[in-house]
């Protein structure tokens, strides 16, 4: 099935200066020594109807919630259509830049970073609006593939008897490559927007060049075969890793490569199998030595693209809090943690998880003497409908599981869950995640799901923040599903 529109795309190039530090990795030593693969944002515009949305796909880690809504509010004002209808999706890669706020920072990183989210913001402002004043006749179609290049991370450690970060074949992950294909009205692509969930951390810690991963290789593949510009988006990749597992060398490119190109590669074959211009016809025989049949394609019969958005800003339930004497305590002990590690003489970039876990220690009190006993925390939720094709996106580190309840939930024949979507506040697993005896404070997880302190929310997400999450992007594509179009 496809549709007629009006559409408009463009990339921009937002590679940093080298020497910017680079964010995904508390065991990173040194900062950002050059370039392996340029970090790119592309932006497509969608009109019609009144409507318009902008979708964005970035390489970088993660926005907060207050850059994004900045930003979300300037494309929206420089293109004419509301914040709701602006997405903007990370491909979380662990090899780009550390933006503010996300980690802790000597001052001199905190300025270049700064002068780097500034310029930032201002090119993927410019790149909608670039994307916007190329609006041209168009069609759009969809369609699934699949691909394993993701595993379930949570593996369970008999000896410790805990989870770890590590391989779970039998966890739960989504295997499907979501495809939209955007053509001229000649049936040539201009865009091919394809989602999957999974870590960008081929590329390890020991790496110190800034790079997309492996959606650079996959976006090249695609756009080497089409001369259309390809856009990843990551989704629920929260608790998946790619099956050649967190980068341990010097240089994983191979591994990098061989995943990118794995996964550009089915995106790729999904969109040969989308046809917009023309569709298969009825059956007609012709004769040549042999009597044959055939089913020439005939051109489509043009319906207009339905377009509409809603957002909301949900709030998700949090643990209940210490009490003041214990918050103070796990203060004391945090700072006992980074005066011990200064002591050892670790560089500033190993001891940035020390310092992320004072100030962490130090936020919790103080909400804590404030009184505040019933935490949540704001999250963006947003979908968007483009005809029988949805988007449903959360601004969190959303486990797989999220993904698959929004989209077997979902009124529409086709929906894309994202996550790192309009913001990120950290990871929100599904209830059966959490450790029988509960989230505790004062222990340093072995799985980053469980780790709140590295976004600085003051306390963790509680079992029932996902349902949540799932309750609110559903409720979201159902108000669109009813509404008339």
Known sequence: MSYRTQAGVYRVDITPPAGISMSGYFARAGVSEGYGRPLTATAVVLAGGGRKVAILGCDVIAFTTFDVDEIRAAIAASIGTTVDSVLINTSHTHCGPTLTDYSWEPEDQKQIQRAYLANLKRLLTGCAVSADRRLQPARLGTANGSSHIGINRREFDPESGKVILGENPNGPMDPTVGVIRIDDLGG?????????????????????????????????????????????????????????????????????????????????????????????????IFASLTRNSTYPLQPVEDRELTIDAAGEVARIPLVDPPSVEDARGILAERRRMLEAARKEGRPPQLLAFFHRFRDWAELLLERVEAGERKMTFPINLQAIRLGDVALAAAAGETLAELGLAVKAASPFANTHFLGYSNGCIGYIPPAECYPQEGWSPRETYSVPDMLCQAYMMPMHCAPEAAQTVVDGCTGLLRGLASRAG
């Not at 810690?205 to 856009?231: N, Q």
């Not at 990843?232 to 191979?254: E, K, M, R, T, Y």
């Open 188 to 284: 040539r692509p201009m865009a091919i927007l394809f989602s999957y969930g999974c870590h960008t951390v081929t590329m390890g810690p020991k790496y110190l060049l800034l790079s997309p991963d492996f959606p650079g290789p996959a976006r090249d593949v695609i756009e080497r075969a089409t001369g259309a510009l390809a856009i990843f988006l990551q989704a629920a990749g929260g608790n998946i890793n790619p099956i050649v597992g967190i980068g341990a060398s010097d240089d994983d490119s191979d591994n990098m490569s061989r995943l990118g190109n794995s996964l550009g590669a089915e995106a790729l074959q999904t969109a040969m199998r989308i046809r917009t211009d023309k569709l298969r016809g009825e059956r007609v």
